[in-house]
């Protein structure tokens, strides 16, 4: 019995081995043949064809590269889920990969990219010439560039495609065309992407020197360049060069344009800032780059009057629909020249009020409508196609954020992560390619980035994208099958691009809204298609009431090849947490960020796969987190909630998460603080610590560690720990000299700070609450080289005066006086805080400064002034530099002055042109909704007060005109 046992065992390891070898046989194929396919795809790609043809052609060379990917996640599964016959699969991905390079064969692609761009070049020029004929506004920008022309050798116009950057170039050029008092000649080329050097030169030889007596396709190159060079030298040309793509196309030509001292200028469009700003003459000095606004209100409304003529309406301005319709018209289109001209000639056969009325109750839909019927779109496009292969995906990601919204870029990053979007450089790290590869996308105009200037982790809070630029976004999307939004929002009528079912290939990522969504709404999502989805994400409002999950997603284990899960503000108390998540094995990213969730489950722990886990739920909701997390051994990023329970109180153990690079909320007392020592390739962490010496102790000689050459960064919050002992005031001063520290918060008892040369000098932010210190703080602050926020709260200080020496703080942004009950007395030298932008004091009842000691007031963005000394508020009424003209003009400035319960906002649309008197209005808004308008002089234009001010505007008069004169 024992041997035919043995011998069975034996049997079975001969099978078990020739099978592992099997299946290591078919990774390296399978390996090689997704390498050559991702290298196809790119190069068929980079032919920037938008044809049907090309893009099915793509999906399917798609769906066989994610094919190969989910074999290969099958092959590291664990045994009971690797697929019985490996050799079957290989012989299918390679019948699929050998049909389409014959489909390849057949049909070519040779010519697609002579289409695609003769396409994009046609819809250019048709609306290059409707935005030259129907051109408004923009006087002030014409007269500044004008004026630059004049001083710099260089002016460059960038912006977003659509602006009208060509219509701007385009009258600056008919203007010196019949001006020939400033410059002798004047040429205008076109350099496009894939230009034609050689047809550049020509050109501009042509128009130069339109008397020339011989040919230019006669001459070479060199003698060619030569010519052209010359003939700037000499005479005072003006040179336009519209649609510079890149800096590799400025190389190729600028040899062809003088580099020491002529009388000649060079004027150059683009959608490309980092163009704009390297496009120099280096020997010649000045340059101007200009960023092309969009159009006013005003002046979009005039394009509306200029484009719209009723029949039955001879006065436009006395019919207050099609007024409000212009108004909304422009705001839809987002003061797009390019968007307003396509809609209102996609809607040329509407001659009747009537008509427009009809179109007013859906004007947003017929507004959409017409960006992808009239070419918008089309125009847009080739932003994208201009994008470096690795940008396209990451692209087209932001499409599925919800419309309007403004998008937290660390979550775009940990999602392009999760996707293998990335490219792995050796001297960066992941989070600093992806901030790159969004700062590139800003660069093209393609989205609008926030910085965030009090984080420490990452340069942008936020990002935006526009209106036009998320319907390319959704266009493209639905063209390549890359991403579907469903959105209910506006309940069982889905947006446009949800209509059509999910069939195979239709897409392979799924963003759903499920704001208004019902029990018996249809669905667009059937069983057998759900194999392929590769991402989930779902959003809802946080006080949605009600939520009813779909039927059809009440089990996800049927998406068997999921990566992503987001779930984005759900109530799992109210609805149940969907079933089989702990069976979506090849997971790697799950996050439940702002949700309510009471558990999360312990099937967790068989996500071997996961590299992200965000359990930042609801605050002030309580989640309890199972010890499952050191099962997780791929996890690289971990955000904890600010508080959870675990089962039966046991902490959590992170004990051989080798990998992990970032822990945020790490507390101490719900997880084992020993643990830390062994993640040797953490690069971020935060910390919450409850005021024990050994867990500072223990945190301390971890944050002195080396991580794999990567510089640790760490944000530690310590609370109720009180220095009355030489032992712990030994443990804080050790913390405060560790070179990883960048964000430090204590609360308790401190008194003295230590010297400045034993204070890290990365440290970027100070929290100091209830530290009772008795000298003057700034003395040793103000010299830390990277202190970008310093908050001082509830008696941190004690003393009665305090001074911000000359050239002190340098980076200091942001400054909290709070609960100071001591301080009478705070001196800011000239020259000190040059950056100071925010600046709260509040309950600082015994300070007193004089009007001549707020003059530094004036540069600040933000200052919020409450329970103060009489004596000081008004003081800081007086101040008529509370928003003087130096922050007022700096362009997106936004100025902000709250004194007790009013606050008096300046902000860039509640200001208005009057070109009557020349007067420029301003509207206060109050807090409590009330608001008053001012004309420069400080009056209130016609008495007018809107809210329920009363008495209080007579009271805040002064202040109110004294800032309004400033403003101005």
Same mark, same amino acid.
């Given at each position: 019995?024992?041997?035919?046992?043995?011998?069975?065992?034996?049997?079975?390891?001969?099978?078990?081995?020739?099978?592992?070898?099997?299946?290591?046989?078919?990774?390296?194929?399978?390996?090689?043949?997704?390498?050559?396919?991702?290298?196809?795809?790119?190069?068929?790609?980079?032919?920037?064809?938008?044809?049907?043809?090309?893009?099915?052609?793509?999906?399917?060379?798609?769906?066989?590269?994610?094919?190969?990917?989910?074999?290969?996640?099958?092959?590291?599964?664990? =045994?009971?889920?690797?697929?019985?016959?490996?050799?079957?699969?290989?012989?299918?991905?390679?019948?699929?990969?050998?049909?389409?390079?014959?489909?390849?064969?057949?049909?070519?692609?040779?010519?697609?990219?002579?289409?695609?761009?003769?396409?994009?070049?046609?819809?250019?020029?048709?609306?290059?010439?409707?935005?030259?004929?129907?051109?408004?506004?923009?006087?002030?920008?014409?007269?500044?560039?004008?004026?630059?022309?004049?001083?710099?050798?260089?002016?460059?116009?960038?912006?977003?495609?659509?602006?009208?950057?060509?219509?701007?170039?385009?009258?600056?050029?008919?203007?010196?065309?019949?001006?020939?008092?400033?410059?002798?000649?004047?040429?205008?080329?076109?350099?496009?992407?894939?230009?034609?050097?050689?047809?550049?030169?020509?050109?501009?030889?042509?128009?130069?020197?339109?008397?020339?007596?011989?040919?230019?396709?006669?001459?070479?190159?060199?003698?060619?360049?030569?010519?052209?060079?010359?003939?700037?030298?000499?005479?005072?040309?003006?040179?336009?060069?519209?649609?510079?793509?890149?800096?590799?196309?400025?190389?190729?030509?600028?040899?062809?344009?003088?580099?020491?001292?002529?009388?000649?200028?060079?004027?150059?469009?683009?959608?490309?800032? +980092?163009?704009?700003?390297?496009?120099?003459?280096?020997?010649?000095?000045?340059?101007?780059?200009?960023?092309?606004?969009?159009?006013?209100?005003?002046?979009?409304?005039?394009?509306?009057?200029?484009?719209?003529?009723?029949?039955?309406?001879?006065?436009?301005?006395?019919?207050?629909?099609?007024?409000?319709?212009?108004?909304?018209?422009?705001?839809?289109?987002?003061?797009?020249?390019?968007?307003?001209?396509?809609?209102?000639?996609?809607?040329?056969?509407?001659?009747?009020?009537?008509?427009?009325?009809?179109?007013?109750?859906?004007?947003?839909?017929?507004?959409?409508?017409?960006?992808?019927?009239?070419?918008?779109?089309?125009?847009?496009? +080739?932003?994208?196609?201009?994008?470096?292969?690795?940008?396209?995906?990451?692209?087209?990601?932001?499409?599925?954020?919800?419309?309007?919204?403004?998008?937290?870029?660390?979550?775009?990053?940990?999602?392009?992560?999760?996707?293998?979007?990335?490219?792995?450089?050796?001297?960066?790290?992941?989070?600093?390619?992806?901030?790159?590869?969004?700062?590139?996308?800003?660069?093209?105009?393609?989205?609008?980035?926030?910085?965030?200037?009090?984080?420490?982790?990452?340069?942008?809070?936020?990002?935006?994208?526009?209106?036009?630029?998320?319907?390319?976004?959704?266009?493209?999307?639905?063209?390549?099958?890359?991403?579907?939004?469903?959105?209910?929002?506006?309940?069982?009528?889905?947006?446009?691009? +949800?209509?059509?079912?999910?069939?195979?290939?239709?897409?392979?990522?799924?963003?759903?809204?499920?704001?208004?969504?019902?029990?018996?709404?249809?669905?667009?999502?059937?069983?057998?298609?759900?194999?392929?989805?590769?991402?989930?994400?779902?959003?809802?409002?946080?006080?949605?009431?009600?939520?009813?999950?779909?039927?059809?997603?009440?089990?996800?284990?049927?998406?068997?090849?999921?990566?992503?899960?987001?779930?984005?503000?759900?109530?799992?108390?109210?609805?149940?947490?969907?079933?089989?998540?702990?069976?979506?094995?090849?997971?790697?990213?799950?996050?439940?960020?702002?949700?309510?969730?009471?558990?999360? =489950?312990?099937?967790?722990?068989?996500?071997?796969?996961?590299?992200?886990?965000?359990?930042?739920?609801?605050?002030?909701?309580?989640?309890?987190? =199972?010890?499952?997390?050191?099962?997780?051994?791929?996890?690289?990023?971990?955000?904890?909630?600010?508080?959870?329970?675990?089962?039966?109180?046991?902490?959590?153990?992170?004990?051989?998460?080798?990998?992990?690079?970032?822990?945020?909320?790490?507390?101490?007392?719900?997880?084992?603080?020993?643990?830390?020592?062994?993640?040797?390739?953490?690069?971020?962490?935060?910390?919450?610590?409850?005021?024990?010496?050994?867990?500072?102790?223990?945190?301390?000689?971890?944050?002195?560690?080396?991580?794999?050459?990567?510089?640790?960064?760490?944000?530690?919050?310590?609370?109720?720990?009180?220095?009355?002992?030489?032992?712990?005031?030994?443990?804080?001063?050790?913390?405060?000299?560790?070179?990883?520290?960048?964000?430090?918060?204590?609360?308790?008892?401190?008194?003295?700070?230590?010297?400045?040369?034993?204070?890290?000098?990365?440290?970027?932010?100070?929290?100091?609450?209830?530290?009772?210190?008795?000298?003057?703080?700034?003395?040793?602050?103000?010299?830390?080289?990277?202190?970008?926020?310093?908050?001082?709260?509830?008696?941190?200080?004690?003393?009665?005066?305090?001074?911000?020496?000359?050239?002190?703080?340098?980076?200091?942004?942001?400054?909290?006086?709070?609960?100071?009950?001591?301080?009478?007395?705070?001196?800011?030298?000239?020259?000190?805080?040059?950056?100071?932008?925010?600046?709260?004091?509040?309950?600082?009842?015994?300070?007193?400064?004089?009007?001549?000691?707020?003059?530094?007031?004036?540069?600040?963005?933000?200052?919020?002034?409450?329970?103060?000394?009489?004596?000081?508020?008004?003081?800081?009424?007086?101040?008529?530099?509370?928003?003087?003209?130096?922050?007022?003009?700096?362009?997106?400035?936004?100025?902000?002055?709250?004194?007790?319960?009013?606050?008096?906002?300046?902000?860039?649309?509640?200001?208005?042109?009057?070109?009557?008197?020349?007067?420029?209005?301003?509207?206060?808004?109050?807090?409590?909704?009330?608001?008053?308008?001012?004309?420069?002089?400080?009056?209130?234009?016609?008495?007018?007060?809107?809210?329920?001010?009363?008495?209080?505007?007579?009271?805040?008069?002064?202040?109110?005109?004294?800032?309004?004169?400033?403003?101005?």
């Amino acid at each position: 019995m024992a041997e035919a046992a043995i011998e069975m065992i034996g049997a079975a390891c001969v099978k078990r081995i020739s099978y592992y070898s099997r299946v290591e046989e078919q990774r390296e194929y399978l390996i090689r043949e997704m390498t050559m396919l991702k290298a196809f795809q790119r190069d068929v790609e980079e032919k920037h064809d938008s044809s049907k043809r090309m893009n099915n052609f793509l999906k399917n060379v798609t769906d066989i590269i994610y094919r190969i990917e989910d074999v290969l996640a099958d092959f590291d599964s664990p =045994p009971r889920l690797m697929p019985p016959s490996p050799r079957d699969i290989t012989v299918e991905i390679r019948n699929k990969v050998e049909y389409l390079i014959r489909i390849h064969r057949t049909f070519g692609f040779s010519d697609v990219s002579t289409t695609s761009s003769e396409n994009q070049i046609a819809a250019r020029e048709i609306f290059g010439d409707q935005t030259v004929e129907h051109f408004v506004g923009r006087a002030d920008e014409m007269d500044i560039l004008r004026s630059y022309i004049h001083q710099c050798r260089v002016v460059s116009i960038y912006g977003m495609a659509g602006l009208g950057k060509t219509a701007l170039a385009q009258k600056l050029y008919q203007h010196h065309l019949l001006d020939h008092h400033q410059f002798d000649a004047v040429a205008w080329v076109y350099v496009s992407h894939k230009f034609s050097r050689r047809k550049v030169l020509e050109d501009l030889y042509e128009q130069l020197n339109p008397n020339h007596d011989s040919s230019s396709s006669k001459m070479r190159d060199a003698e060619l360049i030569d010519r052209v060079r010359e003939i700037q030298q000499n005479l005072r040309c003006l040179v336009f060069l519209d649609d510079v793509c890149s800096r590799e196309d400025w190389d190729t030509i600028r040899d062809a344009f003088p580099s020491g001292e002529t009388p000649s200028k060079i004027l150059i469009t683009t959608r490309v800032r +980092s163009v704009a700003e390297f496009v120099q003459m280096k020997a010649s000095g000045k340059r101007y780059v200009h960023k092309l606004r969009c159009l006013t209100e005003d002046e979009g409304c005039q394009l509306f009057r200029k484009m719209v003529r009723l029949t039955d309406v001879p006065d436009f301005e006395a019919n207050e629909i099609l007024v409000q319709m212009a108004k909304e018209t422009v705001n839809l289109c987002e003061g797009s020249p390019v968007a307003i001209i396509g809609f209102l000639q996609f809607m040329a056969t509407k001659n009747t009020l009537e008509e427009w009325m009809i179109v007013h109750r859906r004007l947003e839909s017929f507004i959409r409508k017409s960006h992808e019927f009239r070419g918008t779109l089309q125009l847009l496009s +080739s932003s994208y196609y201009n994008l470096p292969h690795q940008l396209r995906s990451c692209f087209l990601y932001l499409g599925h954020f919800q419309e309007h919204s403004r998008i937290e870029s660390e979550k775009l990053y940990l999602l392009w992560e999760a996707e293998g979007l990335i490219d792995d450089r050796r001297e960066q790290t992941l989070r600093e390619v992806a901030e790159g590869y969004l700062v590139d996308l800003a660069d093209r105009s393609m989205v609008e980035v926030h910085e965030d200037e009090m984080s420490v982790s990452t340069r942008f809070k936020s990002f935006q994208l526009s209106k036009l630029m998320r319907d390319l976004c959704l266009l493209k999307n639905k063209e390549l099958g890359f991403f579907k939004v469903v959105d209910f929002e506006r309940g069982p009528q889905l947006v446009p691009d +949800s209509l059509s079912s999910l069939s195979r290939n239709e897409a392979y990522r799924l963003a759903i809204n499920l704001d208004k969504y019902e029990d018996g709404y249809d669905f667009p999502l059937e069983d057998n298609e759900k194999e392929h989805i590769r991402s989930l994400l779902f959003s809802t409002k946080e006080n949605h009431q009600g939520l009813v999950w779909p039927r059809k997603l009440h089990r996800l284990s049927d998406f068997r090849y999921l990566r992503i899960l987001d779930f984005n503000g759900f109530d799992f108390q109210v609805t149940n947490l969907p079933q089989g998540i702990g069976k979506l094995v090849h997971l790697r990213y799950l996050s439940f960020r702002g949700c309510i969730l009471p558990e999360l =489950p312990s099937s967790i722990g068989n996500l071997t796969c996961l590299i992200i886990l965000d359990l930042r739920v609801r605050p002030l909701s309580k989640i309890t987190i =199972p010890d499952v997390m050191w099962k997780l051994k791929k996890l690289k990023h971990l955000y904890f909630p600010l508080s959870f329970l675990t089962r039966y109180a046991r902490k959590l153990r992170l004990k051989g998460l080798v990998e992990l690079e970032t822990l945020i909320n790490f507390n101490p007392g719900m997880m084992n603080v020993n643990d830390l020592s062994q993640l040797l390739k953490l690069q971020y962490m935060s910390l919450n610590i409850g005021g024990s010496v050994e867990d500072i102790a223990c945190v301390t000689k971890r944050m002195n560690m080396d991580s794999h050459g990567q510089r640790l960064r760490t944000c530690i919050k310590i609370s109720n720990f009180d220095c009355y002992t030489e032992e712990k005031h030994s443990v804080i001063r050790s913390l405060l000299a560790s070179q990883s520290l960048i964000i430090f918060s204590l609360e308790g008892h401190f008194r003295r700070l230590p010297v400045f040369d034993d204070i890290s000098q990365n440290i970027a932010r100070i929290e100091l609450i209830g530290s009772e210190l008795i000298d003057n703080p700034m003395r040793t602050l103000e010299k830390l080289p990277n202190l970008r926020v310093l908050v001082l709260n509830d008696d941190a200080f004690i003393g009665k005066e305090m001074v911000c020496s000359a050239a002190g703080f340098v980076e200091l942004k942001h400054l909290e006086l709070l609960n100071l009950q001591k301080l009478e007395k705070w001196t800011v030298e000239e020259g000190a805080m040059p950056k100071l932008s925010t600046l709260a004091i509040q309950s600082c009842g015994k300070l007193i400064m004089l009007t001549e000691e707020l003059q530094f007031v004036g540069r600040l963005r933000q200052m919020i002034v409450s329970r103060v000394h009489e004596e000081l508020k008004a003081n800081l009424g007086e101040v008529h530099v509370l928003m003087n003209e130096s922050t007022s003009k700096v362009q997106n400035a936004r100025p902000n002055i709250s004194i007790d319960d009013v606050d008096l906002e300046h902000d860039k649309t509640n200001c208005w042109y009057n070109s009557e008197n020349d007067a420029i209005f301003v509207l206060f808004v109050f807090a409590d909704n009330g608001g008053v308008i001012v004309n420069p002089k400080g009056e209130m234009k016609d008495s007018a007060i809107t809210g329920p001010i009363g008495k209080k505007c007579t009271d805040l008069w002064p202040r109110i005109a004294s800032a309004a004169n400033a403003i101005v």
